[in-house]
């Protein structure tokens, strides 16, 4: 049982690292206002919004999907010892 539910969070943990690095590309080349794009950040931004706190934008760059990222791998990579 414990194996089921640590796969799932490891895929859970997956699935919104992907999705985070897709909104971030796509915000290069989609309108704030598309539909996708819409949708994707209505996932992404509860994520991202505390760490805007923390770790504010450099030079005029966002690096908090980028934290986010590395945060999640960190959670991942303590789970798989598990």
Do not use: C, H, K, W
């Amino acid at each position: 049982m414990a194996l089921i539910l640590i796969t799932t969070v490891l895929i859970f943990i997956r699935v919104v690292s992907f999705i985070v690095l897709v909104d971030v590309i796509l915000s290069y080349f989609m309108s704030p206002y598309n539909s996708i794009r819409a949708f994707l950040d209505r996932l992404v931004e509860p994520l991202l919004t505390p760490i805007r706190r923390v770790v504010p934008p450099i030079a005029g760059l966002d690096f908090s999907p980028l934290v986010l990222i590395i945060l999640l791998q960190i959670i991942e990579s303590l789970i798989a010892q598990l």
